[in-house]
């Protein structure tokens, strides 16, 4: 016959209480010794790095993606400074169809 | 010297002011890492979460109290104990005594459901014999969840998990409990 849920709740729950009711002796004064003999010979690690530090990061695949990064920018700026947009004139496209701007207001809502 | 005090002049280059931490939350951290990690393994896992505590000290942004933060290093050293020592094949899975099982299989057949269990021995003995044969982070969830009533929310910051691995895990390790407790009871 298997133990009843109700059974292994309350088993569960006598558990808890042994395991809350262990107490350990106290750590002798050798241990403490030996723990500051440890962190004497470490230093504490710098803080956690922020968001922007990808871009001195050591790993080689961020420095490759950031040099990656900088020659697209530089391609998109210049694709953007050299080309003749005026003659394009995007307002006449807009107001030919305006489905598009249709489109975008009711995505923003 | 309070806790900042000393976290502040440790980080400025003042080692020795981390005695004053160490002085303050061993207590604590021994009693965390005595219930959780065989008492021959006490001293050396104490020791773990204090070299972290103190090779982090610059991460603790005082958000929370210091001795919080400790607990949660103190409980991350047991769970890598348990970790290193499944890997290596080192947690002894003796059987459970006979008194152990006679007393199980005797309470799960009595009919009043108030009978409460009082032999605190057999208890021990089976919630040793039970851990030892969970996973260290189901071993993990259920100390912190079962054993000490955490919120799942709790529990999850306190391992760095998502909740849902909490729940999913708890409920899993949950179950294997049962099974291995009915199997007792089946077969004592």
Excluded at chain 1, 50 to 67: D, E, K
């Amino acid at each position: 016959m298997p133990l009843s849920g109700e059974k292994f709740r309350r088993l569960t729950r006598l558990w808890a209480r042994e395991h809350q009711a262990q107490d350990a002796p106290p750590l002798p004064a050798a241990w403490e010794r030996g723990v500051m003999a440890r962190v004497r010979g470490l230093a504490p690690s710098p803080p956690e790095p922020g968001w922007l530090s990808f871009l001195t990061a050591p790993r080689p695949v961020w420095r490759v993606a950031w040099g990656a990064s900088l020659v697209a920018t530089g391609l998109l700026v210049y694709a953007v400074a050299s080309g003749d947009w005026a003659s394009l004139d995007p307002g006449r496209w807009l107001l030919a169809d305006p489905s598009g701007l249709v489109t975008l207001a009711l995505a923003s809502l | 010297m309070t806790d900042q005090e000393a976290i502040d002049r440790v980080l400025a280059g003042e080692t020795d002011a981390f005695q004053h931490l160490l002085e303050a939350h061993q207590g604590r951290v021994a009693r965390i890492v005595g219930r959780r990690v065989p008492p021959d393994a006490v001293e050396e896992v104490a020791q773990d979460a204090f070299v972290r505590a103190f090779q982090g000290l610059a991460g603790f942004r005082g958000e929370a109290p210091f001795e919080h933060w400790l607990s949660r290093l103190a409980v991350l050293a047991c769970h890598d104990y348990w970790r290193a020592s499944h890997r290596r094949h080192e947690i002894p899975e003796s059987g459970l005594s006979e008194a152990a099982q006679h007393w199980l299989a005797g309470w799960a057949a009595q009919e009043a459901a108030t009978a409460e269990p009082t032999r605190a021995l057999e208890v021990r003995e089976l919630l040793h014999w039970a851990l030892a044969r969970l996973t260290p982070a189901e071993r993990s969830v259920v100390t912190l969840v079962y054993l000490e009533e955490m919120s799942v929310k709790e529990a999850a910051a306190t391992l760095g998990w998502s909740q849902v691995n909490v729940k999913v895990r708890s409920h899993r390790a949950r179950k294997k409990l049962k099974k291995l407790l009915d199997e007792v009871v089946d077969h004592p």
